[in-house]
């Protein structure tokens, strides 16, 4: 068992002939019982305030831990946004070289249908040519004949003889 100021200050103490001063006994009795209040009121309040700090130690321990996890749901989550976002990346992509495959495809495909387009008309032209000058020839040739102005002259003298 501990001792206690009380236990101190109430000790007696036996007497002999030669014994102590009653008077400084008591006096260093009291000074010992109040020093050892004290010191036990100190070792209390330490013990308070190690209790506190042990317990704010205990909040920051925790407050840690959430912040750690806070930080490792925040690094997944960027993880997987940088992963979805790489992967709608490579779709958009793909679906850009589906669509310019397409566009440059439909693109071959109308120039190779007007240039057929062009070659008939150009063939189309040719052959107009060709038969314009034919009817210019075949004109041409008619008026140089000079039988035209005999049958004016032929139709010319029915008239007068009829």
């Known amino acids: 068992m501990s001792l206690t100021p009380i236990d ?95 566009i440059l495809e439909d693109a071959r495909y109308k120039a190779g249908r007007i240039l057929t387009e062009h070659d008939e008309v150009y063939k189309q032209a040719q052959i107009y040519k060709m038969r314009f000058r034919s009817l210019v020839e075949a004109q041409l040739a008619a008026l140089e004949m000079e039988d035209w102005l005999s049958m004016e002259d032929n139709k010319e003298e029915a008239r007068r003889g009829a």
Do not use: C, W
Not at 44 to 67: G, P, R
């Open 8 to 102: 101190i200050q109430n000790k007696e103490f036996g007497r002999s002939i030669r014994g102590l001063s009653p008077s400084e006994v008591d006096e260093f009795l009291d000074r010992v019982a109040k020093d050892y209040e004290d010191l036990i009121k100190d070792n209390m309040s330490a013990k308070e305030q190690a209790a506190q700090l042990k317990e704010k130690l205990n909040h920051y321990h925790k407050l840690e831990e959430t912040l750690h996890n806070a930080i490792v749901v925040a690094q997944e989550t960027a993880e997987d946004v940088k992963r979805n976002a790489n992967k709608e990346a490579e779709l958009i992509r793909r679906e850009a070289e589906r669509d310019a495959s397409r």
